[in-house]
């Protein structure tokens, strides 16, 4: 009897778990994207570290025994801004070159940071990793700054990675969409422009062709994600934001910025939040505004594309005979 009572108690407590178990694992979590400080303290010897941002700020102090790839590591920047293709990231097998000289063969677990406060260049390497086939990536909440006001130490030696065989069979998760791409779907797709208001309504502050945004862009600049302790807002907050600005989950989204990288941590903060159309357009505004045949719009406003204009013709005037009913 009790040994009864036992299963028995025992199979309503797993068809009760169950389900809060599935609802965990597929609600949308913070959890999936971001670890916080202290999460990374009790597993950095586990875990592959990437430090994203600039050569000379990894040089100072980073975590110990992360290896450093800004973001031009993963792109083509040969040429000048504008030129096409400048900015894109490599092709697949090239890029998988890259990633498996950081040692990152996608079998070990991988934490990015970045600084608060910076190019957010930590998103556009976790939106890379995802893309290319690695889901176990994940966001340092807050960067190095929490990494050291968790009482995390810093180190000045660069760690020298070992090279191990990595492979990307295709681009994965439709994260990535080009020029044509975009080009052939404006007024289908909801299109976000990433940046600054000032580069949205004409600045050019990083070399662009022409100033402006995409026709029909509206703008969120990628900082809204973030609280005032620049970590990132719970899911709850950023789904409510991300409505205000007329998204909804189940439209398909592509976010660009100058040069995709504030574009791809907004695209990566969009998925987390449940907007799994969210895409990346990563060679951004560099490359529509250096295209002269593509329109850019100036202002405050989102614009649109210019409707087509049909070529009229004059018609010729009817013969004479067929005008009196004549037949030739």
């Not at 890259?98 to 079998?107: D, E, M, Q, S, T």
């Not at 260049?121 to 909440?141: K, T, Y």
């Not at 969120?220 to 609280?227: A, L, S």
């Not at 799994?276 to 202002?299: C, I, M």
């Amino acid at each position: 009897m009790i040994l009864r009572k036992a299963s028995l108690l025992a199979l309503v407590l797993l068809v009760c778990l169950v389900p809060a178990a599935l609802a965990t694992e597929t609600a949308p979590s913070k959890f999936t994207l971001f670890v916080d400080a202290e999460w990374v303290k009790a597993n950095a010897s586990s875990v592959v570290l990437v430090d994203a941002r600039d050569s000379t700020l990894y040089a100072k102090g980073h975590i110990p025994g992360a290896v450093n790839a800004e973001w031009t590591y993963f792109a083509n920047v040969k040429g000048q801004p504008g030129s096409p293709g400048w900015g894109e990231i490599f092709p697949k097998d090239t890029l998988a070159k890259k990633i498996g000289a950081l040692g990152i063969n996608g079998k070990k677990p991988i934490v990015v940071y970045g600084d608060c406060g910076g190019w957010v260049q930590e998103g556009w390497v976790a939106w890379i990793l995802r893309l290319s086939g690695i889901e176990n990536v994940r966001i340092l909440d807050g960067g190095y700054y929490a990494w050291l006001a968790a009482g995390g130490k810093a180190s000045t030696t660069a760690t020298k990675p070992k090279a191990v065989p990595f492979s990307i069979a295709s681009f994965q998760g439709g994260y990535k969409v080009t020029t044509p791409w975009l080009a052939s779907k404006l007024g289908e797709v909801k299109v976000v422009d990433a940046r600054t208001p000032f580069e949205y309504e004409g600045a050019r502050i990083f070399q662009e062709r022409r100033g402006g945004h995409i026709p029909g862009a509206i703008n969120i600049p990628y900082d809204v994600v973030f609280k005032p302790d620049m970590t990132v807002r719970e899911v709850e907050e950023l789904d409510a934001i991300f409505k205000s600005y007329g998204l909804d989950p189940e439209d398909e989204i592509v976010v660009y910025d100058t040069a995709g990288v504030r574009a791809a941590y907004l695209v990566m903060v969009l998925r987390m939040a449940g907007y799994d159309k969210a895409r990346n357009y990563d060679s951004s505004f560099h490359e529509w505004a250096g295209t002269p045949e593509l329109e850019v719009v100036q202002g405050k406003e989102p614009g649109g594309p210019a409707p087509a204009v049909e070529e009229v013709t004059e018609e010729e005037p009817p013969q004479q005979g067929a005008a009196e009913g004549q037949s030739s």
